[in-house]
């Protein structure tokens, strides 16, 4: 069950996501039609299953259609796959930043961190270790560089 905390600041519209994105969304009921800009938080998106991709993507498609400009920020690793996967789940440049998954090389912890996108690509796909939040060790990237990064190289 998807909610969405809504803040208008000026002509943005500003949402936030919290909850998976499954066969009850309706975008249109949550979001209604935002002014010349919406910026989308995903960063509470533990999953997005087929049907959700579905609606996801026709209620994008439509809001570009009227020339609305996206935004999409905090990306979770859930969202992040699905951009990885399909070409217009977010329109070209339009991902801001994401969250990238770490695990912990002492005590196995997973965490995620932050990262703008445009940081990301200046990185060139190496990415910088953490500080394990629990046991202060060395938290390293677990993904495959070119296939959790590889929107970013995409246009
Ligand atoms: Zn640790």
């Not at 996501?17 to 009850?24: R, W």
């Not at 695990?103 to 445009?118: I, P």
Request: include cysteine.
């Amino acid at each position: 069950m998807l909610n969405v905390i809504k803040e208008q600041k000026g002509n943005v519209l500003v949402v936030r996501f919290t909850g998976s994105i499954e066969e009850n969304v309706n975008f249109e009921a949550l979001i209604g039609t935002p002014p010349e800009e919406l910026h989308v938080y995903c960063k509470e998106v533990p999953r997005i299953n087929s049907i959700g991709v579905k609606a996801w993507i026709r209620f994008f498609q439509s809001l570009k259609a009227k020339g609305i400009k996206l935004k999409f920020f905090e990306c979770s690793t859930a969202i992040v796959q699905q951009i990885n996967l399909i070409s217009n789940f977010t329109p070209p440049r339009s991902v801001e930043s994401i969250y990238v998954p770490f695990t912990c090389m002492q005590c196995k912890s997973e965490l995620v961190g932050l990262f703008k996108c445009e940081d990301l690509k200046q990185m060139k796909l190496k990415i910088p270790d953490l500080k394990c939040a629990k046991c202060g060790g060395r938290s390293a990237f677990d993904d495959i560089p070119e296939e959790f990064f590889a929107f970013l190289f995409r246009n």
